[in-house]
């Protein structure tokens, strides 16, 4: 029997859990989260699930010292919380959580939830464990050190991709289930997969989607429609490929009114702008480095992954120098090594597209 760790200084909430929980799992509680800590010195349950709200030491300073301890910081971690604020669950899963359950509890939920991330942790577990994982002497754990970074920390950058034509539903819920055990920052998919996705996996994990892609050239009317029915299917974050005729028609008004168009369609989600650097002259990059800042996107990237070239590191220094302060830099395209994949974090980008994370593990 798996055994469980809750802590939530709500007694009510304590009681409610164990109705649920007692007949499948083994449960300890505590009411603070120095009691929780107190516990795992002598104890290691199979998952811990972690109020937000507590008085003296909140669930983020406490997730905090269980991942900087070498004896507890694998062990999964459930949220529970009553704040539905987006940014809430984004510093929950930055920090390492796997999912977050809403109070009051759903006894399917919280059931369905617990079992999914017990599962995932026990794949991980063999996953680390089978002998292919000593075929290579390249290959690292999650956790370990290369070239001054930390390898998972530098993971949960990732944006977990797979755009192919062909991929179908069954491809896509298994990079989902990669997503979830690799805790990358999302999973990137196409517009028609984002419902499926959401209604199976929940906030589990952020889901990305891309529009106007791969050549960019649909009509900016189009782009936001297209903007609006993914975030409403579930979308958390969007990739939009610019209009490259557009820039090569030195058009720039109007791609700033498209990229304002997206942005507001994109609503509060993350918005992404794809400005497919292979294409591009320099002083072509460094204008759509200004227009995406003026349009008030969070990121500009690279590459679609379908063009001419991938990712560079020069474009990235490039957009260092342009960009606003609040714009971060994603690089996609190409990106297939751990040595490559480790030189754009180390570079100053904040995502990467990759469809072969497991390669930089």
């Given amino acids: 029997m798996k ?11 304590l009681k409610v859990a164990a109705s649920v929980l007692n007949p499948y799992y083994k449960l300890s509680m505590a009411k603070s989260g120095k ?24 669930g ?72 292919e994982s000593d075929n290579s002497s390249n290959e690292v754990s999650l956790g370990t050190i290369d070239s001054d970074l930390d390898i ?4 949960s950058k990732v944006d977990h991709t797979l ?16 997503a979830i055990l690799y805790q990358t920052a999302s999973v990137c998919i196409p517009p028609s997969y984002v419902k499926p996705v959401k209604e199976k996996y929940g906030s589990s994990l ?27 299917n579930g979308a958390d974050e969007i990739d939009v490929v610019i209009n490259i005729g557009m820039v090569k028609n030195k058009d720039y008004d109007s791609l700033l009114n498209e990229l304002i168009m997206v942005r507001e369609a994109c609503k509060d989600k993350i918005l992404k702008v794809i400005i497919e650097t292979c294409y591009l002259e320099e002083d072509e990059k460094i204008e759509l480095c200004k227009l995406v800042t003026r349009a008030g996107a969070d990121y500009i990237k690279t590459s679609t992954g379908f063009g001419t070239a991938g990712a560079k ?49």
């Fill in 3 to 13: 055994h469980i760790l809750m802590v939530d200084d709500n007694t009510t909430n």
């Fill in 35 to 58: 009691q929780a800590l107190n516990f795992l010195k002598k104890n290691k349950p199979d998952l811990i699930l972690l109020d937000i709200k507590m008085p003296e030491m909140d």
């Fill in 60 to 131: 983020y300073q406490t997730m905090e010292e269980i991942k900087l301890n070498p004896e507890t910081c694998d062990i999964p971690v459930i949220f529970l919380t009553a704040d539905t604020e987006h940014e809430s669950e984004m510093k929950g899963i930055r920090m390492g959580a796997l999912d977050f359950i809403t109070k009051p509890f759903e006894e399917s939920v919280m059931l369905g939830r617990i079992e999914k991330v017990l599962m995932m942790e026990d794949v991980r577990k063999n996953l680390i464990d089978t002998p």
């Fill in 152 to 155: 998972k920390a530098a993971i």
């Fill in 163 to 178: 755009l192919k034509a062909f991929a179908s539903l069954e491809d896509i819920y298994k990079l989902c289930d990669e």
């Fill in 206 to 232: 952020k889901i990305c989607t891309v529009i106007g892609f791969p050549l960019g050239y649909e009509t900016s009317q189009v782009k936001a429609f297209e903007t609006k029915d993914a975030v409403d």
């Fill in 313 to 361: 590191l020069e474009d990235i220094e490039l957009f260092k120098k342009n960009i606003g302060p609040d714009v971060k830099i994603k690089a996609a395209g190409g990106i297939s090594t751990k040595e490559d994949f480790l030189a754009f974090i180390a570079a100053g980008c904040d995502r990467v597209g990759a469809s072969r994370t497991k390669d930089f593990l």
